[in-house]
């Protein structure tokens, strides 16, 4: 399967399209806050998580709940998030918007 880049882009985005687009995006944006922009620092999460998804995690402006999701999320314990660790949320999100958790 051979994948696009950006600069590949068709003129029409399909709703699915411009919905990964805009995740990435806002990953990019938080991300590049206070460093890296290829990964979101404890601070820039909790920031997004407010920002962004107010209605999809309780408590989000409490430290501990943005800390017990992080940890739940960063595989590598180095205290940032890279984007495939991000996208692990996001699915989780999904999931349970969806009705598909058990």
Do not use: H
Not at 9 to 23: F, G, P, R
Not at 55 to 84: C, W
């Amino acid at each position: 399967m051979e994948w696009k880049s950006d600069r590949d882009k068709v003129s029409t985005q399909t709703i699915m399209e411009a919905a990964i687009c805009t995740l990435v995006t806002e990953f990019k944006t938080y991300a590049g806050k206070d460093g890296s922009s290829s990964t979101l620092s404890k601070e820039e999460f909790q920031n997004l998580v407010i920002s962004q998804l107010p209605n999809y995690v309780k408590n989000a402006s409490d430290p501990r709940t943005i800390e017990q999701l992080m940890a739940s999320l960063d595989e590598n314990n180095d205290g940032e998030l890279t984007f495939s660790e991000f996208w692990q949320l996001i699915g989780k999100l999904a999931s349970k918007q969806g009705g598909f958790t058990q």
